[in-house]
T-cell receptor, first 115, second 114 residues
């Protein structure tokens, strides 16, 4: 069965632009989470969506937003890009939400470089 | 907030040696997951632990969910070159119902000398 699919894999943007990243979860999975990975901060939770609703949000500014569609696919958007937004953005999916007993699988990530 | 302390940060070993790494926290976690990440790729799930005291194996890998629910360890036996990479522990903290997030350790970088 197909894993978590993220597009695009690589992209370069200019400061001030905005970017949209896409994630298709594993078939049947309804929870999608997003994480940012940088050398300095490691893996940091951005937000989680389940049934098209944001269920949890990490400590990121409002420039970071997301949404989930009825087919569980998700997008995240970063507006007014800053150099510090350069990172690997990872999408993860799980069958359900909740803080117990869930196995969470990651995609290969989208590498964003802001110049 | 919740933090995971993962150690060691790096390991340099000979092929065939056993490896041990662990994560500790001051907070309780409901689930512990161990991932391996290769350069340029996303984390790949190795082992999932759901109950305090649980000991689970996956081939040469063994992991345990600590009794206090505040720690976990991962052992790799008879290391081989393809074990090279960065290993992350991740825990699911107890948060609001109907939501989830993972808190990650800083990673253990494993290097193997043939």
């Amino acid at each position: 069965k197909a894993g978590v699919t993220q597009t695009p894999r690589y992209l370069i943007k200019t400061r001030g632009q905005q970017v949209t990243l896409s994630c298709s979860p594993i078939s049947g999975h309804r929870s999608v989470s997003w994480y940012q990975q940088t050398p300095g901060q490691g893996l940091q939770f951005l937000f989680e969506y389940f049934s098209e609703t944001q269920r949890n949000k990490g400590n990121f500014p409002g420039r970071f937003s997301g949404r989930q569609f009825s087919n569980s696919r998700s997008e995240m958007n970063v507006s007014t890009l800053e150099l510090g937004d350069s990172a690997l953005y990872l999408c993860a999916s799980s069958l359900k939400t909740g803080h117990s007993g869930n196995t969470i699988y990651f995609g290969e990530g989208s590498w964003l470089t802001v110049v | 907030g919740q933090q995971l302390n993962q150690s060691p940060q790096s390991m340099f070993i000979q092929e065939g040696e056993d490896v041990s790494m662990n994560c500790t926290s001051s907070s309780i976690f409901n689930t512990w997951l161990w991932y391996k990440q290769d350069p340029g790729e996303g984390p790949v799930l190795l082992i999932a632990l759901y109950k305090a005291g649980e000991l689970t194996s996956n081939g040469r890998l063994t992991a345990q969910f600590g009794i206090t629910r505040k720690d976990s360890f991962l052992n790799i036996s008879a290391s081989i070159p393809s074990d090279v990479g960065i290993y992350f522990c991740a825990g699911q903290p107890i948060i609001i119902q109907g939501a989830q997030k993972l808190v990650f350790g800083q990673g253990t970088r494993l290097t193997i000398n043939p």
